[in-house]
């Protein structure tokens, strides 16, 4: 078992406060948007033993299971991270497996560089993703139902809206959320821009439910993807709840704090609220154009006291642990990989006593038991 060293990453949309708040740490005034637990290549964390890719390198059947490395290969198939937003992340969405394969063929087919700004597909693997929230956590999930959208939309007054309101009212849903969708990423920029600070404006004018698309563009000011938003569900998460974003699924996260797990790929299709590449024509080849709603998920508790968000994945599996005081030992041993992150109190984990934020890489079958008062992430695979 290994205590890990993680790297936080400074992105400009992180929080300053939250992640040390957790930690216990004073701020440095910095963003400090995720802390990264696993064996990415981009940010590996560290062992006494070396980095964890190094770990698993050395003897990947040892540490990750013969049948993880099977159903895998030899490599941690996740990534485990804190992820504390303090400003609206980009709305994205992500490809599935065949995309990602066809994705990343046809770019390595065509030279271009992985590291070029208008790269697409970094890898050739998807990237379903799970966040749970630890404090109220705003996102957008999801297109909302045509109707539902052409409501908010009118109720902007903004005349440059009305022609996607028509377009709502008009069709089927899948070619309505398609062609408004085209049609707002396609416009002329300088109209565009005009557009979004008048919607902007009346969003700031009327609040309530248009409160989060005012504060949006305050951070993104005439950005298409102010009103690509307004397409999408927004939706609240209490402490304790999740949601599955899959294959296709547009998102963005705006503000909060919570665990994230996803499987390891760095395939983002951006449709805006960035000052990154925007590949249109790629992104709604893979956007579900579908309606429904976000699917908060809550955990479903076991006779052994572990809670598991139920996911369609299998390169990864998270669960909570929420040990009262004076609580039984629990035995967590599994013949898989894990990562085991404290939250909250204060849980001893083998030799390891366990703060929020820290955590540890448990190798498949080694003899695992928790106790303590707080609260433990557990993040594995289905194998």
Known sequence: MDRLDNTIRPYAWGSTTAIPRLLGAEPTGEPQAEMWMGAHPGAPSRTDRGTLVEVIDADPERELGPDAVAKFGPR?????KLLAAGAP????VHPDLTQAKEGYADEERRGVPVTAPHRTYKDANHKPELICALTEFDGLCGFRAPQRAAELLDGLGVDSLKPYVDLLHAHPEEAALREVLTAVLTADPDEMARTVTEAA???DRLGGPYAPYADIAHHYPGDPGVIAAMLLNHVRLQPGEALFLGAGVP?????????????NSDNVLRCGLTPKHVDVPELLRIVRF???DPGVLRPEAGPDGEEVY???IDEFRL???VLPAGGATHDLTLTAPQILLCTAGSVRVGEHELTPGAS??????EKTEASGTGTLFRATVVV
């Open 290 to 292: 579908e309606a429904g």
């Open 89 to 92: 992340l980009s709305l994205q």
């Open 310 to 312: 139920e996911t369609p």
């Open 201 to 203: 404006a009346a969003c």
């Open 76 to 80: 941690l198939p996740f990534l485990l």
């Open 251 to 263: 998102h963005a996260y705006l503000d909060g704090l919570g665990v994230e797990i996803m499987a």
């Open 360 to 365: 540890v890489f448990v190798p498949s079958g």
């Open 319 to 321: 669960s909570r642990y």
